[in-house]
């Protein structure tokens, strides 16, 4: 079966700081790969997505990127934090290919930038 | 701009009640909607999921209802439990192109004992 782990699990970083947040997947192959950002009592806000390796698209222009080193290996990253980073960071996973199949959520990681 | 609206924000009902989530979109290119239940931090997990092909799909207490001549479609929960309170998201994925998902706002749900 497949799963997908995120870490750490949370995570309160000072403004100006770097950001390295880490998410793997297990039991797929070339799966489709996601970042979203959820502020408090929002919604899902979308913020990369990959479909391989090193093929990464930005959803939203901001102070964070992303990569994929690995085919199961989606990194999200910032230089310099900002207080506006703060929130609920989700990786999420697809089948590769057709979109009708769902998405797979990870436990997330939440962030507080201070 | 948003493609699909869901609604209520949020929704209080008593043990046993019948919470009806709607969801709404408008790209007729959206042919997979599934719904996310998420408690305080977690990640959303899939609860149910439908293609326009039919109108109606249970599973246990969850029902989803789709109606896609009024490009429509909702979730109920039927015998609510206080276990059930979270929030609740819909989503639509096209069937080409990104494969992005488009999320609803989300449905608070609190069900009283």
């Known amino acids: 079966s497949q799963t997908i782990h995120q870490w750490p699990a949370t995570l309160v970083q000072p403004v100006g700081s770097p950001l390295s947040l880490e998410c793997t997947v297990e039991?797929?192959?070339?799966?489709?790969l996601y970042w979203y950002r959820q502020a408090a009592g929002r919604g899902l806000q979308l913020l990369f997505y990959?479909?391989?390796?090193?093929?990464i698209s930005s959803e939203v222009p901001q102070n964070l990127s992303a990569s994929r080193p690995q085919d199961r290996q989606f990194i999200l990253s910032s230089k310099k934090l900002l207080l506006s980073d703060s929130g609920f960071y989700l990786c999420?996973?697809?089948?590769?290919?057709?979109?009708?199949?769902?998405?797979?959520f990870g436990p997330g990681t939440r962030l507080t930038v201070l | 701009q948003q493609q699909v609206k869901q609604s209520p924000q949020s929704l209080i009902v008593q043990k046993g009640g019948i919470p009806i989530i709607n969801c709404a979109y408008e790209?007729?290119?959206?042919?997979?909607f599934p719904w996310y239940q998420q408690f305080p931090g977690k990640g959303p997990a899939l609860l149910i999921a439908?293609?326009?092909?039919?109108s109606e799909k249970k599973e246990g207490r969850f029902t989803i209802s789709f109606n896609k001549s009024a490009k429509q479609f909702s979730l109920h929960i039927m015998d609510s439990q206080p276990g059930d309170s979270a929030t609740y998201f819909c989503?639509?994925?096209?069937?080409?192109?990104?494969?992005?998902?488009?999320f609803g706002r989300g449905t608070s749900l609190i069900v009283h004992p």
């Open positions: 439908i293609r326009p092909d039919v």
């Open positions: 790209n007729t290119a959206f042919d997979y």
């Open positions: 999420a996973w697809s089948n590769e290919g057709r979109g009708t199949d769902t998405q797979y």
């Open positions: 990959s479909v391989g390796i090193g093929q």
């Open positions: 989503a639509a994925i096209p069937s080409g192109g990104s494969y992005i998902p488009t």
């Open positions: 039991g797929t192959s070339n799966p489709n």
